[in-house]
């Protein structure tokens, strides 16, 4: 049997859905009014699997070149093909992919389509990934 807080470290264990009482091997108050606080403000199994799509969609070299290429300005197919050195055919299946996660909206101007970061929130997440990066490391 294994009691909360015993003095004997506790190999960790998997936490079943009736399990109320959090279960740690480290000897330390727990405030059981703050974990459910805590896990109810925490997301939800649909929204991480939905977040972690789009951060997936993210996960290309080629797509994040692209958006750093749209963080400038729209620009047509033929315009961002040549600023990322890649095929227009090319840039065309990234672009498709990104619309479908709703990263980069597009508009037309007669035959010529024009493609665009979706909303600030994008540009906002694109330019804080590169500040974050480009931060020195702590030593």
């Not at 010529?112 to 500040?131: G, I, P, Q, S, T």
Request: one cysteine or more.
């Amino acid at each position: 049997m294994t009691h909360l807080h015993s003095s004997q470290p506790q190999p960790p264990s998997q936490p079943s859905e009736a399990s109320e009482m959090p279960n740690c091997s480290v000897r330390h108050p727990v405030n059981l009014a703050d974990v459910q606080t805590r896990k109810s403000l925490a997301i939800d199994v649909e929204k991480a699997q939905s977040m972690a799509e789009f951060f997936s969609c993210l996960g290309d070299p080629n797509r994040l070149r692209i958006l750093s290429a749209l963080a400038l300005g729209e620009q047509c197919v033929c315009d961002l093909a040549a600023v990322v050195n890649m095929s227009e055919s090319a840039v065309s299946h990234q672009l498709r992919t990104l619309r479908s996660h709703r990263i980069v909206g597009y508009r037309r101007q007669g035959r010529n389509v024009f493609y665009y970061l979706k909303d600030h929130h994008v540009l906002n997440l694109y330019r804080d990934v590169a500040e974050h990066l480009d931060e020195p490391e702590d030593s």
